[in-house]
């Protein structure tokens, strides 16, 4: 490789690691905002430790993310064949769990939906709080609609108001499941851009270590 050759990868790897770094802080933040600020979310869910836990590897990956952004940007700068080898080896392994979690989303999406779901006959006695929080804060109603609710509808479904049924006219008449399919859409988005970042990033490090090895050579 010629040296304005490995000069470009060492800048874009250097570049691609900084968006991988601050993709790992937004996954880390998220994480860290379900746990210690989420609570109507948990408590909607937490009758099934195995979904929560999902919670528990995204902030995994966003610390591994993290690290590895930092060991990509500073073996990019320093040209250290040990730290690029050591950021390759941290992003195949961060792939291939990023690939599980997104199996177990797909596994687990139905069980969630289920909760959600049912949690709605205990609006009464134990959920009212987190779906009140939920719908005035998403401007939904009920889980796949209003109809939910049957005709108790919440006040939560017309932001508060004291008044709530079916005519109202500050009714939400979105489901909150529409609403939170909009967001987790956006998340993978978002997802499919730190993956192929990830992937680009294995090969300006594979790149850059064999441009070093060359040099060594001669």
Known sequence: MESRGLEVCRYLMFVVNLIIFACGIG??????????????????????????????????????????????CAGAIRESKCMLGTFFAIMLLLFLVEVVVVILIFVYYPRAKELAITSIESYNTTTKAPWDAIQSTLKCCGYTNVSDWGSNIPPSCCGNTTLCNSKSPTLYNTGCEAVVRSYFWTIGGVGIGVLVFEILSMIFSCCIISGINKYDIA
């Not at 880390?28 to 009758?47: H, K």
């Not at 990956?61 to 930092?70: K, S």
């Open 27 to 72: 996954l880390l933040a998220v994480g860290v905002w379900v746990y210690v600020g989420g609570e109507s979310f948990r408590q909607l869910i937490s009758s099934d430790p195995a979904i929560f836990s999902s919670v528990a590897i995204i902030i995994a990956v966003g610390c591994v993310l993290i690290v590895a952004g930092f060991f990509g």
